[in-house]
T-cell receptor, first 117, second 113 residues
Framework: DGGITQSPKYLFRKEGQNVTLSCEQN?????MYWYRQDPGQGLRLIYY???????QKGDIAEGYSVSREKKESFPLTVTSAQKNPTAFYLC????????????????FGPGTRLTVL | GESVGLHLPTLSVQEGDNSIINCAYS??????FIWYKQESGKGPQFIID?????DKRQGQRVTVLLNKTVKHLSLQIAATQPGDSAVYFC????????????FGPGTRLSVLP
């Protein structure tokens, strides 16, 4: 999976609990991303980070939070404010940092399936 | 297994036949496109990419065609094999940075023995 690890593979959470999904990369890529994947829909961007200690909201950031304290790590917290958290969550990384000299292929992790009980 | 892709369009092909998977994109200014393959319960894997200054690009057993006039992208897989069974989706880059990718919902390819 391109040097990106996500853990755990399956995660169960009770309603009202926060939960943190792990994403680690050894590609030395600057940019990292979190996507949510639901049946019948394309990937939707939750948050992204182009550099350490900086991150930006994506299209569906409400109810989620992230941190980027280290280049190789970009954990995602699904908070109790997220109304429909059950989904497949994908983390990705790309070299993306400056205007493209090479295009920004994203390498994906294996995903975490979150189910809220 | 992973439930992603339950409601996707499905393409069924006989093993050994060629497969053609289509994708319509939205932005005529998009200048970079990627095809991904996603097997059940796994993350997407890069297959092939193409820039907007090209009409065609070939890889190993795969060809991507880009028709900018009608904003259409296709992925052709030659001599389809059982291991090709997966969900395939396209991604278009609408800006200069990776966060500007827009992903299609995908097509499920089933290879029949």
């Amino acid at each position: 999976d391109g040097g990106i690890t996500q853990s755990p593979k399956y995660l169960f959470r009770k309603e009202g609990q926060n939960v943190t999904l792990s994403c680690e990369q050894n590609l030395n890529h600057d940019a990292m991303y979190w996507y949510r994947q639901d049946p019948g829909q394309g990937l939707r961007l939750i948050y992204y980070s182009q550099i350490v200690n900086d991150f930006q909201k994506g299209d569906i950031a409400e109810g989620y939070s992230v941190s980027r304290e280290k280049k190789e790590s970009f954990p995602l917290t699904v908070t109790s404010a997220q109304k429909n958290p059950t989904a497949f969550y994908l983390c990705a990384a790309s070299r993306d940092r400056s205007p493209m000299s090479s295009y920004n292929e994203q390498f994906f992790g294996p995903g975490t399936r979150l189910t809220v009980l | 297994g992973e439930s992603v892709g339950l409601h996707l369009p499905t393409l069924s092909v006989q093993e050994g036949d060629n497969s053609i998977i289509n994708c319509a994109y939205s932005n005529s200014a998009s200048d970079y496109f990627i095809w991904y393959k996603q097997e059940s319960g796994k993350g997407p894997q890069f297959i092939i990419d193409i820039r907007s200054n090209m009409d065609k690009r070939q890889g190993q057993r795969v060809t991507v065609l880009l028709n900018k006039t009608v904003k259409h992208l296709s992925l052709q897989i030659a001599a389809t094999q059982p291991g090709d069974s997966a969900v395939y989706f396209c991604a278009e880059l609408k800006g200069n940075y990776g966060q500007n990718f827009v992903f299609g919902p995908g097509t499920r390819l089933s290879v029949l023995p």
